[in-house]
T-cell receptor, first 109, second 115 residues
Framework: GQNIDQPTEMTATEGAIVQINCTYQ??????LFWYQQHAGEAPTFLSY??LDGLEEKGRFSSFLSRSKGYSYLLLKELQMKDSASYLC??????????WGAGTKLIIKP | EAQVTQNPRYLITVTGKKLTVTCSQN?????MSWYRQDPGLGLRQIYY???????DKGDVPEGYKVSRKEKRNFPLILESPSPNQTSLYFC??????????????FGPGTRLTVL
């Protein structure tokens, strides 16, 4: 079966750095996505990785290793507004998106 | 403004009463999806469509139907809703995978309660 694993919840301090990991097992691979979702709202796009390596976008970076079935989302200089759930999703060979259950990130002052 | 719209935003209905949730996008996207989101389970894809008249089952298609007669619209139909379909539903659209702009744009969500 297809599976995406990410931690259920993480806590970090304002101004710090946090890394959210995602491991996956899917039927084929057509890219990995990270989304941010605030409670009660729709997910919003953060990053897309299809090749191995690090993609940097301001305070957020995303890394992919296809051979290891592994990705992480790195958030720097954490702000209180970064408190949200972070969703990892993989597009399989049939172009179906498989989603992880999400990681709830709690930021403390 | 580029957007995905869904209607209604909130709906309370009773078991067995057919309903349709509409979804429309104005970005000329080929790829459209429906998801349901339940606590602790994350987003689960119900159906997706790669283009007009092309639809495929996602992870949880049972009890749902979709149609894609026009590129911009992708309605979700519950022929005979049951309480286990109480959930938060999202519609999303994007250009075709691998064609550069793979960002999924999500609608605002429809909170459905089936009594």
């Amino acid at each position: 079966g297809q599976n995406i694993d990410q931690p259920t919840e993480m806590t970090a301090t304002e101004g710090a750095i946090v890394q959210i990991n995602c491991t996956y097992q899917t039927s084929g691979f057509n890219g990995l996505f990270w989304y941010q979702q605030h409670a009660g709202e729709a997910p919003t796009f953060l990053s897309y990785n299809v090749l191995d390596g690090l993609e940097e976008k301001g305070r957020f970076s995303s890394f992919l290793s296809r051979s290891k079935g592994y990705s992480y989302l790195l958030l720097k200089e954490l702000q209180m507004k970064d408190s949200a759930s972070y969703l990892c999703a993989v597009m399989d060979s049939n172009y179906q998106l498989i989603w992880g259950a999400g990681t709830k990130l709690i930021i403390k002052p | 403004e580029a957007q995905v719209t869904q209607n209604p935003r909130y709906l309370i209905t009773v078991t067995g009463k057919k309903l349709t949730v509409t979804c429309s996008q104005n970005m000329n996207h080929e790829y459209m999806s429906w998801y349901r989101q339940d606590p602790g389970l994350g987003l689960r894809q119900i159906y997706y469509s790669m283009n007009v008249e092309v639809t495929d089952k996602g992870d949880v298609p049972e009890g749902y139907k979709v149609s894609r007669k026009e590129k911009r619209n992708f309605p979700l139909i519950l022929e005979s809703p049951s309480p286990n379909q109480t959930s938060l539903y999202f519609c999303a659209s994007s250009s075709l995978p691998g064609q550069g702009a793979d960002t999924q744009y999500f609608g605002p969500g429809t909170r459905l309660t089936v009594l």
